[in-house]
């Protein structure tokens, strides 16, 4: 495969068309426009990131390539909570979404102690990514995805609660940079 360079930088409302034409290729029942804008107008307590992905050939109207995934984190009274993470279908496994967890996992341990999340019940991928950041299942939300309205989807309707604590302390300042400079190498 062609090299790319990853790039990941806040994501702008005048980017939400792209971010949204990567969930309808990922979700049933894709986040609104309303919901991104209402997300990204809460600056002070919400990180939204996108990643650009750029050959090394030059694109002729865009410096910075195409947007191949994206991701969020809502700082909480408990905890940081990850609220998507998202990567286009024919960009998956070319280390997209960990490097947008890297970014959103340095944006949570800035605000909170703690960082949560719910994935599918039946999402190996998607918990093994979680888990080399340190979250470990910490219960189970039954039938969380089919008060979404995501029942319909073909998918389990529970969802694992994944968490990882003290994040602010060096141990895991420590095992990000590992994970940092593990991803220059690659
Ligand atoms: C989960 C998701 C974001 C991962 O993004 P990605 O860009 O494919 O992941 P990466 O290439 O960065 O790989 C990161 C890790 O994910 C795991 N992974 C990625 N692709 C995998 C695959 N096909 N099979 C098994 N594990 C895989 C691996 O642990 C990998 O780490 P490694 O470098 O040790 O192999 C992506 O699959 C996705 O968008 N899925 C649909 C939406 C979703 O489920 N989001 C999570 C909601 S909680």
Redesign the pocket.
């Given at each position: 495969m062609k090299r790319h360079q990853i790039t990941i930088k806040q994501m702008q409302t005048t980017q939400l068309n792209e971010v949204m034409a990567i969930d309808a290729a990922?979700y049933r029942v894709p986040w609104p426009k309303t919901v991104y804008e209402a997300e990204l107008a809460c600056i002070s307590n919400r990180c939204y990131l996108v990643a650009y992905l750029q050959s090394q050939q030059p694109q002729s109207n865009n410096t910075l390539g195409t947007i191949v995934?994206h991701g969020g984190v809502s700082f909480e009274a408990d905890a940081a909570h990850i609220t998507?993470?998202?990567?286009a279908p024919q960009?998956?496994?070319?280390?997209?979404?960990?490097?947008l967890f890297l970014a959103l996992a340095v944006a949570a341990r800035k605000h909170k102690e703690s960082l949560m999340?719910?994935?599918?019940a039946d999402?190996?991928?998607?918990q093994?990514?979680y888990r080399?950041f340190g979250l470990a299942p910490v219960g189970i939300r039954r039938g969380y995805y089919a008060k979404m309205g995501l029942s319909d989807i073909g998918l389990s309707p529970d969802a694992v609660v994944m968490r990882a604590d003290n994040i602010q302390e060096p141990d895991y300042a420590s095992r990000l940079a590992k994970i940092a400079l593990e991803l220059e190498h690659t």
């Amino acid at each position: 495969m062609k090299r790319h360079q990853i790039t990941i930088k806040q994501m702008q409302t005048t980017q939400l068309n792209e971010v949204m034409a990567i969930d309808a290729a990922c979700y049933r029942v894709p986040w609104p426009k309303t919901v991104y804008e209402a997300e990204l107008a809460c600056i002070s307590n919400r990180c939204y990131l996108v990643a650009y992905l750029q050959s090394q050939q030059p694109q002729s109207n865009n410096t910075l390539g195409t947007i191949v995934g994206h991701g969020g984190v809502s700082f909480e009274a408990d905890a940081a909570h990850i609220t998507t993470l998202t990567v286009a279908p024919q960009w998956r496994g070319h280390g997209v979404g960990i490097r947008l967890f890297l970014a959103l996992a340095v944006a949570a341990r800035k605000h909170k102690e703690s960082l949560m999340l719910e994935v599918g019940a039946d999402n190996p991928t998607a918990q093994s990514l979680y888990r080399r950041f340190g979250l470990a299942p910490v219960g189970i939300r039954r039938g969380y995805y089919a008060k979404m309205g995501l029942s319909d989807i073909g998918l389990s309707p529970d969802a694992v609660v994944m968490r990882a604590d003290n994040i602010q302390e060096p141990d895991y300042a420590s095992r990000l940079a590992k994970i940092a400079l593990e991803l220059e190498h690659t």
